[in-house]
Nanobody, 114 residues
Framework: QVQLVESGGGLVQAGGSLRLSCAAS????????MGWYRQAPGKQREPVAV???????DYADSVKGRFTISRDNAKNTVYLQMNSLKPLDTGVYYC????????WGQGTQVTVSA
């Protein structure tokens, strides 16, 4: 069974930075893609960044140039470096990994104050 454990969320002022981590059970090479979704209060969950097994990345327009997704294969961990954070980035951030289905982590709260 796939387990994804996120960490690194917290409270930060606008303009600040956070780095989220997602530790996966087993080798991350077993996943077709890994990435991050977020859900803001009162809104639907939306994709933020994805990383394919081949190393390609894609980002939501709202975070391009500010967020970077990366991975450490030896640690079976995917990261989301978030810079120049804005209050609109506030939400619960979920790590995802896809095989034949999409697996979800439990989420980590990110709060950006004005």
């Amino acid at each position: 069974q796939v387990q994804l454990v996120e960490s690194g969320g917290g409270l930060v002022q606008a303009g600040g930075s956070l780095r989220l981590s997602c530790a996966a059970s087993g080798s991350i090479f077993s996943f077709n893609t890994m990435g991050w979704y977020r859900q803001a209060p009162g809104k639907q969950r939306e994709p933020v960044a994805v990383l394919t097994s081949g190393g390609s990345t894609d980002y939501a327009d709202s975070v391009k140039g500010r967020f970077t997704i990366s991975r450490d294969n030896a640690k079976n961990t995917v990261y989301l470096q978030m810079n120049s954070l804005k209050p609109l980035d506030t939400g619960v951030y979920y790590c995802i990994a896809t095989t034949r289905i999409m697996h979800w982590g439990q989420g980590t709260q990110v709060t950006v104050s004005a």
